[in-house]
């Protein structure tokens, strides 16, 4: 299977916990993105990376989250002293840069994520 | 702060039917709007998308129709199958620097009566 891929898919925590997600995109994509999707709603921007240079975090992501792609191949979200509010659903997605078209993300099927 | 307003939040339409979802945007300073199908479980794929300066855009039995005066744009599922029961989200790349960030709307839950 060549698509993006995600792990854990499930993770329960207790408040307070600190969580990691680990996302591995695409072979030769060189741009890497973090999602957060709670239920019954669109997914929500919350990072990007260029290789491994993170360009772009939503003031969504709290202090709370980092995320890192130290190679510039797979990436990881870390949520620190989760709160109930973290719950959702965590999606990756992965791209090819530059061209003059719309360069398509594919997205991986997620983490979802229960704090308790 | 919402960009684009889908509507309905939710569908039923008979097998062989034509469902149809809406969306509405603020501006057009963005390069592209795209619709997504998500199944339960899985992440968002690219159905089909449309740039602001074509008018229609027919992929099988997926069509965008897009209206830039009245900042709409709408998908239409001709002939609507069972299969085709997901989650459908427009939405529209942000970024003036091409970073190709997507923002999504809220989605519509479709269901196709057999």
């Known amino acids: 299977d060549t698509g993006v891929s995600q792990n854990p898919r499930h993770k329960i925590t207790k408040r307070g916990q600190n969580v990691t997600f680990r996302c591995d995109p695409i072979?030769?994509?060189?741009?890497l993105y973090w999602y957060r999707q709670t239920l019954g709603q669109g997914p929500e921007f919350l990072t990007y990376f260029q290789n491994e240079a993170q360009l772009e975090k939503s003031r969504l992501l709290s202090d709370r989250f980092s995320a890192e792609r130290p190679k510039g191949s797979f990436s990881t979200l870390e949520i620190q002293r989760t709160e109930q509010g973290d719950s959702a659903m965590y999606l990756c997605?992965?791209?090819?840069?530059?061209?003059?078209?719309?360069?398509?993300?594919?997205f991986g099927p997620g983490t979802r994520l229960t704090v308790l | 702060q919402q960009q684009v307003k889908q509507s309905p939040q939710s569908l039923i339409v008979q097998k062989g039917g034509i469902s149809i979802i809406n969306c509405a945007y603020e501006?057009?300073?963005?390069?592209?709007f795209p619709w997504y199908q998500q199944f339960p479980g899985k992440g968002p794929a690219l159905l089909i998308a449309i740039r602001p300066d074509v008018s229609e855009k027919k992929e099988g039995r997926f069509t965008i129709s897009f209206n830039k005066s009245a900042k709409q744009f709408s998908l239409h599922i001709m002939d609507s199958q069972p299969g085709d029961s997901a989650t459908y989200f427009c939405?529209?790349?942000?970024?003036?620097?091409?970073?190709?960030?997507?923002?999504f709307g809220k989605g519509t839950r479709l269901h196709i009566l057999p």
């Open positions: 939405a529209r790349l942000q970024g003036r620097n091409r970073d190709d960030k997507i923002i």
């Open positions: 072979s030769e994509h060189n741009r």
């Open positions: 501006n057009t300073a963005f390069d592209y």
């Open positions: 997605a992965s791209s090819i840069s530059g061209g003059f078209s719309y360069n398509e993300q594919f």
